[in-house]
Nanobody
Framework: QVQLVESGGGLVQAGGSLRLSCAAS????????MGWFRQAPGKERDFVAA????????DYADSVKGRFIISRDNVLNTVALQMNSLKPEDTAVYYC????????????????WGQGTQVTVSS
């Protein structure tokens, strides 16, 4: 089992940047594909980005491609999401997730979730 704790959320103006971090503890971090998802009020939890165990392969939702970058550090047991050129529509609670099935864009492939961190982008 792995425990995940997100940090780095906050309030930022449109066009600004934030860096989210997720710290993992428990079983060896490199066993897991990692993902970021987000959920806006009244909406479903949506895929944002994912990265494989080694950090070589990553994938992004179309809405964030070219603006967000996912990365991981298997020594520090962290995964980060660098968010640039933020838009009001990026406002949501952002969740870090771990999958034993490699990396995936599918919510159902992730068995471990953090508590979430709020990101609010003002216009």
């Amino acid at each position: 089992q792995v425990q995940l704790v997100e940090s780095g959320g906050g309030l930022v103006q449109a066009g600004g940047s934030l860096r989210l971090s997720c710290a993992a503890s428990g079983r060896p971090f490199s066993n897991y594909g990692m993902g970021w998802f987000r959920q806006a009020p009244g909406k479903e939890r949506d895929f944002v980005a994912a990265i494989n165990w080694s950090g070589v392969i990553s994938d992004y939702a179309d809405s964030v491609k070219g603006r967000f970058i996912i990365s991981r550090d298997n020594v520090l047991n962290t995964v980060a999401l660098q968010m640039n050129s933020l838009k009001p529509e990026d406002t949501a609670v952002y969740y870090c997730a771990a999958s034993t099935h490699g990396y995936s864009v599918s919510y159902g492939e992730y068995g471990y979730w953090g508590q979430g961190t709020q990101v609010t982008v003002s216009s």
